[in-house]
T-cell receptor, first 112, second 116 residues
């Protein structure tokens, strides 16, 4: 069973600060997903990565396959970054269904 | 930009009643999923659907649950006799298939189901 753990559970930062949240998983995966969930509940996919690093705007996601660990970094944080960030892993086979296993999420609050 | 849509956004029902949650996946996607999130808990996988049949289901997805793709666009989740513990946000997701498993899933906005 693939367990996904995230830390810290809650994080408060001042606007402009660099934020790092972490995710570790227990078994080999095909891809690691970072998702964002706003207070209304909707889920938005931010990144999907299987190796290395990806960058989108002020967000950077990295993954270390050997250590089964991924990080999401937010540079120059802004109050609109306040959300729950969810890490999820997938273990699909080549044509497999690719179900996601989710972590509990990191609640990030950015104070102006 | 194409998106997954779900209706209704909020459904209130009495315990024991049947509910149908509806989803319209992105049109060229071939894999469909239902997930749920009980308030304050993590998102959980319910079922995946491909080629008009269930490809995998979790232990949560018991005989009270069923899924259907009644036409070329809709994907539905039916709960036959709702229980209080079925109260949750239900998310539909879809992904395309292009011969690789490195495809992201696109989520709908969710249906909040409240069972009284």
């Amino acid at each position: 069973k693939n367990e996904v753990e995230q830390s810290p559970q809650n994080l408060t930062a001042q606007e402009g600060e660099f934020i790092t949240i972490n995710c570790s998983y227990s078994v080999g995966i095909s891809a690691l997903h970072w998702l964002q969930q706003h207070p209304g509940g909707g889920i938005v996919s931010l990144f999907m990565l299987s190796s290395g690093k990806k960058k989108h705007g002020r967000l950077i996601a990295t993954i270390n396959i050997q250590e089964k660990h991924s990080s999401l970094h937010i540079t120059a944080s802004h109050p609109r970054d306040s959300a729950v960030y969810i890490c999820a892993s997938s273990r699909g086979s080549y044509y497999g269904n690719n179900r996601l296993a989710f972590g509990k999420g990191n609640q990030v609050v950015v104070i102006p | 930009e194409p998106e997954v849509t779900q209706t209704p956004s909020h459904q209130v029902t009495q315990m024991g009643q049947e509910v149908i949650l509806r989803c319209v996946p992105i049109s060229n996607h071939l894999y469909f999923y239902w997930y749920r999130q009980i308030l304050g808990q993590k998102v959980e996988f319910l079922v995946s659907f491909y080629n008009n049949e269930i490809s995998e289901k979790s232990e949560i997805f018991d005989d009270q649950f069923s899924v259907e793709r009644p036409d070329g666009s809709n994907f539905t989740l039916k709960i036959r006799s709702t229980k209080l513990e079925d109260s949750a946000m239900y998310f539909c997701a879809s992904r395309r298939s292009d011969g690789t498993f490195y495809n992201e899933q696109f989520f709908g906005p969710g249906t909040r189901l409240t069972v009284l």
